[in-house]
């Protein structure tokens, strides 16, 4: 069955610090897609980020870059240079089969940025 | 370009009752997905519209229904509303075959007592 972990229910990084947020997932289907997401406290969810299972590089946006392990089965998130505002719940997800929108979410990472 | 849009934002609503909430997609997306969030956990998928049609489907009683307009616009129905119904519900549209883009709306929190 697929699933995915995320193992720190809470994290506290300063202001204009990187942090990386831990996530692992297991499939048993070669093609998939894995989607970190966060959620401020409005409720709504903001894209942050994919990788698909068959990119070669891992993948960037702004801030935030994935560090993708295949082998490991692994997807971490990092962000780079926090913010106050990056302050927010933190999911990721899969999606398989490659053609589908449903997604197998972790319970999330409360992440804390303080000054 | 507007995203995802859902409506209401909140409602309460008493046990047995049904509800309704709508969802429009972001702009050039055709399927749509619904989601239901209970609270300090991840979503969970409930189903995925596309050409009108239920495409796939979680782990949901079949009082939970919907459906999706030629517009590409979605209904989520619940019928016969128990407790553990309170959520925030979710929807989601991305455009088929455009596999890294699946977009949220704000949600809708329904809470039923």
């Known amino acids: 069955a697929q699933k995915i972990t995320q193992t720190q229910p809470g994290m506290f990084v300063q202001e204009k610090e990187a942090v990386t947020l831990d996530c692992t997932y297991d499939t048993s289907d070669p093609s998939y897609g894995l989607f970190w997401y966060k959620q401020p406290s409005s409720g709504e969810m903001i894209f942050l980020i994919y990788q698909g299972s068959y990119d070669q590089q891992n993948a960037t946006e702004g801030r935030y870059s994935l560090n993708f392990q295949k082998a490991r089965k692994s997807a971490n998130l990092v962000i780079s240079a926090s913010q106050l505002g990056d302050s927010a719940m933190y999911f990721c997800?899969?999606?398989?089969?490659?053609?589908?929108?449903?997604?197998?979410f972790g319970t999330g990472t409360r992440l804390q940025v303080f000054p | 370009d507007a995203g995802v849009t859902q409506s209401p934002t909140h409602l309460i609503k008493t046990r047995g009752q049904q509800v309704t909430l709508r969802c429009s997609p972001k702009?050039?997306?055709?399927?749509v997905s619904w989601y239901q969030q209970a609270l300090g956990q991840g979503p969970q998928f409930i189903f995925q519209y596309y050409e009108e049609e239920e495409r796939q489907r979680g782990n949901f009683p079949d009082r939970f229904s919907g459906h999706q307009f030629p517009n590409y616009s979605s209904e989520l129905n619940v019928n016969a509303l128990l407790l553990g119904d309170s959520a925030l519900y979710l929807c989601?549209?991305?455009?088929?075959?455009?596999?890294?883009?699946?977009?949220f709306g704000e949600g809708s929190r329904l809470t039923v007592l």
């Open positions: 997800a899969m999606r398989e089969p490659y053609n589908t929108d449903k997604l197998i």
């Open positions: 989601a549209s991305s455009l088929t075959g455009r596999g890294g883009e699946l977009f």
């Open positions: 702009s050039g997306h055709d399927t």
